[in-house]
């Protein structure tokens, strides 16, 4: 898991790096930020015991552009709150106010 955060941070700053001026970089950041907080919450998901089938269906880096990071740190609390909570559930959760 400690690997997986460190590596996502050095992408995160290789992507801003590379972006330039060509893509707002605010814009970006949320976006690699939102990423991050998926990977987290299927992490902790898996962790949870979840199925292999239900998290292969999150693609965090395709999602990444639609949920704001709070909308996925959302997820990541209700998940952390709750171990007997599924992945799915916490994101309806989390839709209802977001």
């Known amino acids: 898991?400690?690997?997986n955060l460190a590596f996502s941070g050095i992408v995160?700053?290789?992507?801003?790096?590379?972006?330039?001026?060509a893509h707002p970089q605010g814009a970006l950041a949320e976006e690699i930020w939102s990423a991050n907080?998926?990977?987290?919450?299927?992490?902790?998901?898996?962790q949870h015991g979840e199925s292999p089938q239900?998290?292969?269906q999150v693609d965090c880096q395709g999602m990444a552009?639609?949920?704001?990071?709070?909308?996925w740190q959302?997820?990541?609390a209700a998940l952390k709150a709750d171990a007997r909570l599924k992945l799915?559930?916490?994101?309806?959760?989390?839709?209802v106010g977001y």
Not at 37 to 46: E, H, W
């Open 12 to 21: 995160a700053v290789a992507g801003l790096m590379i972006a330039g001026p």
């Open 74 to 76: 959302c997820v990541f």
């Open 54 to 56: 239900a998290l292969n």
């Open 37 to 46: 907080f998926c990977q987290q919450a299927v992490s902790l998901a898996q």
């Open 88 to 95: 799915e559930v916490a994101r309806q959760k989390c839709l």
């Open 1 to 3: 898991m400690r690997i």
């Open 65 to 71: 552009d639609n949920y704001q990071p709070s909308y």
